[in-house]
């Protein structure tokens, strides 16, 4: 059985992150299907697809699962109030 996998340079979160407990400036965020991402890399972060960028962050786990991706990031910067 074949897995689709989508390749990303940015991370879109939809607003739909929720924050690490116990851990500064960490975030979590789980997508729908199987996503990879660059990790320990500096990369965008939006909020919308087509919105402007609102800072920086790099990913430092993924865990594919039952067709999700959950992605842990640390954000690095940030431009405007989360």
Known sequence: M????????KLVTDAKERRVEGLEN???????????????ERMEIRRHQESDQIGFGK????????????CTYQLLSLYSVN
């Open 26 to 40: 960490h975030f979590s965020i789980t997508l729908a299907g199987y996503w990879l991402f660059p990790m320990q």
């Open 59 to 70: 990913v430092i786990e993924l865990t594919w699962k039952d067709g999700q991706t959950i």
């Open 2 to 9: 074949t897995m689709p996998l989508t390749i990303e340079t």
